[in-house]
């Protein structure tokens, strides 16, 4: 089994330059939900009572899934998810040399002991616990393991492992992960970031490799240059083999909501959700298009909630004139169509932008008055 545990509302949120109000963050989470999240990450209660004030209005949503705060592994920001009413936890600590080293001034045994202290507090209070790996893939494997056997014999439930600075890519991922996974210690989920651009491809990688859920971000916001798309990681659980149900319209809500909510521009190709991505425009492709929609598409735009096109531009041959040609009425003579192929591609490369099927048709038309 795979699942997704969206984190738009914690880490998404951390991007450079954006804030939620209560009133997006609410919108956000009940989206989420309806898009297919299968948790969520919602944010800090260690911030402060405005924090933990909106949390509990998330909380009070209702939603029929599970509800995660992030803390470090302290007591006071344990205490602060407890008075928001919060079950489960992400407890943070960091697991690579580099961050030991600069948070517990290199003492490992301290960390651990905290870490056990917390966790038995947490378990206490009946709290669903994962362990937050910071920095996992700067990390020994083999103290990773210690970690999620401490974990394990404290009741913990989950281990989350970190690409915190977005290093991995897909086969290290793997690799890792097999290791980790193989010793049935915890359930892991992964959290990845896409400084290199291989968060989705590294989160798909994890699951491949044994991980049990994955952190996203819609639109894949987050610290520097993001994290795991979330609209990608939901898609792309079907060549893992799961069942997929997309709504589409809560998608599309979600999608121009987070993008508003944080001054984030959805590109025209984006993977998934860019309203272009079922624009065909070359030849060959179109002429495969008409003979099946399964040519050069890997699902269907419907799903989704958009539409494909077939637009009028330098790379276009015959097949696409016939189409837009057809949609208006017009039988076309393909002699002429074929003469006027070279006209379009001058007229597209000079003017920087394609053709409409009403200057198709006077183009056309004007070809049978020659």
């Known amino acids: 089994m795979s699942i997704i545990n969206d984190t738009t509302l914690r880490d998404g949120e951390q991007t450079p330059y954006v804030a939620f109000n209560t009133k997006e963050k609410l919108k ?27 949390l509990k209005e998330i909380l009070a949503l209702n939603l029929p899934i599970p509800i995660m705060s992030w803390n470090r592994a302290t007591m006071g920001d344990l205490d602060a998810s407890l008075k928001c009413g919060l079950k489960a936890v992400d407890l943070s600590i960091p697991v690579s040399d580099i961050l030991i080293d600069i948070k517990f001034g290199g003492d490992k045994t301290r960390l651990l002991k905290q870490l056990e202290e917390v966790i038995l507090q947490a378990k206490k209070e009946n709290l669903f616990v994962c362990i937050g790996g910071e920095d996992s893939s700067r990390a020994n494997n083999s103290f990773l393991k210690e970690i999620m056997t401490l974990g394990a014999e404290l009741g913990a439930n989950r281990f989350r492992y970190c690409d915190t600075v977005g290093i991995l890519t897909p086969h290290k991922t793997y690799e890792n992960i097999k290791d980790l996974s193989s010793s049935n210690l915890l359930d892991i989920e992964m959290h990845t970031h896409n400084d290199f651009g291989m968060a989705t491809a590294n989160a798909i990688a994890g699951y491949e490799a044994g991980a049990y859920s994955s952190n996203t971000t819609v639109i894949g916001i987050g610290e520097r240059a993001g994290n795991a798309s979330f609209e990608q990681v939901l898609m792309s659980l079907r060549l893992l083999g799961k069942e997929i149900n997309i709504n589409s319209k809560a998608l599309k809500s979600l999608i121009k909501t987070v993008s508003s909510a944080s001054h984030r521009r959805v590109d025209t190709n984006l993977p998934i959700v860019g309203k272009n991505i079922f624009s065909h425009e070359s030849g060959i492709h179109v002429n495969g298009m008409m003979k099946s929609k399964n040519a050069y598409e890997p699902f269907n735009p419907e799903e989704l909630g958009l539409k494909r096109s077939f637009p009028i531009g330098k790379h276009s041959g015959s097949s ?29 490369t000079n003017r920087k932008k394609v053709l409409s099927t009403n200057e198709l048709k006077e183009l056309y038309l004007c070809s049978l008055d020659i």
């Open 320 to 348: 696409t004139l016939i189409y837009h040609l057809k949609s208006i009425g017009i039988e076309p003579n393909i002699q002429i169509v074929q003469k006027l192929l070279p006209k379009i591609r001058e007229i597209v």
């Open 28 to 54: 956000i989470a009940r989206l989420l939900y309806e898009a297919g999240a299968d948790e969520l990450e919602v944010g800090i209660p260690a911030m402060g009572k405005k924090e933990q004030d909106d």
